[in-house]
T-cell receptor, first 112, second 112 residues
Framework: SQTIHQWPATLVQPVGSPLSLECTVEGTSNPNLYWYRQAAGRGLQLLFYSVGIGQISSEVPQNLSASRPQDRQFILSSKKLLLSDSGFYLC???????????FGSGTQLSVL | QKEVEQDPGPLSVPEGAIVSLNCTYSNSAFQYFMWYRQYSRKGPELLMYTYSSGNKEDGRFTAQVDKSSKYISLFIRDSQPSDSATYLCAMTSGGGADGLTFGKGTHLIIQP
């Protein structure tokens, strides 16, 4: 069966520090991969999605970037965090056959 | 007008009650409809998936889609305290999960 791993679960970072969140999927090949941010009262915001290695689509211009160095690995990065980057970050995947989206356990990021 | 509207709640009901959660939408092209359950500080979990109009039942859960009214519902029978969570609706016209539009979620509390 397919599983998605996302870490860390919680992260506290100072303003101006770099960020790297990692997500890996097991049990499937060539998944579509997604990064979402969930802020209180604002719902789920799609940040990036990827249909293959090195292929990244950005939905929202921001202080963040994404990379997909391997088929089942998706990384969310920032060179300098802002206070507004605080939120709950979710990695997700779909198998491409339908519109079902499966989420990881999330990372709560607090920028102080 | 927002694409997907969902009452944020909180909705508080006694254990054993029938719960009705709803979303309205404006895009008549939507034809894939999903309900996710999200526990506090966890990733959303796919609960129900429906294509087009009609009902779908899975145990205590029933998803209902009325495309003519642009209205979807999730019913929970014999509600349990473990059903306490935030429920998000999601929908798309197709073409991949990157087109998913989410509601902001309804916070449900089942009182023992």
């Amino acid at each position: 069966s397919q599983t998605i791993h996302q870490w860390p679960a919680t992260l506290v970072q100072p303003v101006g520090s770099p960020l790297s969140l990692e997500c890996t999927v097991e049990g499937t090949s060539n998944p579509n991969l997604y990064w979402y941010r969930q802020a209180a009262g604002r719902g789920l915001q799609l940040l990036f999605y990827s249909v293959g290695i090195g292929q990244i689509s950005s939905e929202v211009p921001q202080n963040l970037s994404a990379s997909r160095p391997q088929d089942r690995q998706f990384i969310l990065s920032s060179k300098k965090l802002l206070l507004s980057d605080s939120g709950f970050y979710l990695c997700a995947w779909d198998g491409g056959a339908d519109e079902k989206l499966f989420f990881g356990s999330g990372t709560q990021l607090s920028v102080l | 007008q927002k694409e997907v509207e969902q009452d944020p709640g909180p909705l508080s009901v006694p254990e054993g009650a029938i719960v009705s959660l709803n979303c309205t939408y404006s895009n008549s092209a939507f034809q894939y409809f999903m309900w996710y359950r999200q526990y506090s500080r966890k990733g959303p979990e796919l609960l129900m998936y429906t294509y087009s109009s009609g009902n779908k039942e899975d145990g205590r859960f029933t998803a209902q889609v009325d495309k003519s009214s642009k209205y979807i519902s999730l019913f929970i029978r014999d509600s349990q305290p473990s059903d306490s969570a935030t429920y998000l609706c999601a929908m798309t016209s197709g073409g991949g999960a990157d087109g998913l539009t989410f509601g902001k979620g309804t916070h449900l509390i089942i009182q023992p």
